[in-house]
T-cell receptor, first 113, second 113 residues
Framework: ELKVEQNPLFLSMQEGKNYTIYCNYS?????LYWYRQDPGKSLESLFV?????AVKQEGRLMASLDTKARLSTLHITAAVHDLSATYFC?????????????FGEGTQLTVNP | ETGVTQSPTHLIKTRGQQVTLRCSSQ?????VSWYQQALGQGPQFIFQ???????GRGNFPPRFSGLQFPNYSSELNVNALELDDSALYLC????????????FGPGTRLTVT
């Protein structure tokens, strides 16, 4: 059974600082996703990483994927308050019938002024 | 292009009752997946529907059932509601059963009392 683990689960950081969220998964996968979720809201897609060594950047967020280590990271650069949210990584699997996403527990990020 | 829509937004049910949640997929998408997100946790895959057939199922009991209609919209039915069924239910649509991207709807918040 695929397991997806994120750490840390809670992260409180100051504006302007850098930090990294880690996502480990237990089996090989087709792709790795990062989502953002604001309180009471749905999931907003941030990145889809499809191959080993993939790196994607959008604003202050950068995601990378190491399929050999089964590790993805979400790096936050010079955090601002607007980045406060819960971040999920999810591993995509194709099966004989269909596909599914397996999510981590989420990292609740709070950026303090 | 219309995104994924879900109804209702919120509802409250009593333990033992039955509930039906609805999802309209994004235009051109023929695959719908349902996820349950309990408070403070990551979403968990319930099942996927492709061309009106169940196409993969997560670790949920048979009282969770679904339908997909010819227009690719979908319903999630839950019988004999339990308190632990209280959650945000997310619907996601994709272009095909093996497509990389899943587009999430706004969710339905179900409270079971």
């Amino acid at each position: 059974e695929l397991k997806v683990e994120q750490n840390p689960l809670f992260l409180s950081m100051q504006e302007g600082k850098n930090y990294t969220i880690y996502c480990n998964y237990s089996t090989t996968s087709d792709r790795l996703y990062w989502y953002r979720q604001d309180p009471g809201k749905s999931l907003e897609s941030l990145f889809v990483l499809l191959s080993n060594g993939a790196v994607k950047q959008e604003g202050r967020l950068m995601a990378s994927l190491d399929t050999k280590a089964r590790l993805s990271t979400l790096h936050i650069t010079a955090a601002v308050h607007d980045l406060s949210a819960t971040y999920f990584c999810a591993v995509g699997q194709r099966e004989t019938s269909g596909s599914r996403l397996t999510f981590g527990e989420g990292t609740q990020l709070t950026v303090n002024p | 292009e219309t995104g994924v829509t879900q109804s209702p937004t919120h509802l409250i049910k009593t333990r033992g009752q039955q509930v039906t949640l609805r999802c309209s997929s994004q235009s051109g998408h023929n695959t719908v997946s349902w996820y349950q997100q309990a408070l403070g946790q990551g979403p968990q895959f319930i099942f996927q529907y492709y061309r009106e057939e169940e196409n993969g199922r997560g670790n949920f009991p048979p009282r969770f059932s679904g339908l997909q209609f010819p227009n690719y919209s979908s319903e999630l039915n839950v019988n004999a509601l339990e308190l632990d069924d209280s959650a945000l239910y997310l619907c996601a649509s994709s272009l095909s059963q093996g497509a990389f991207e899943q587009y999430f709807g706004p969710g339905t918040r179900l409270t079971v009392t």
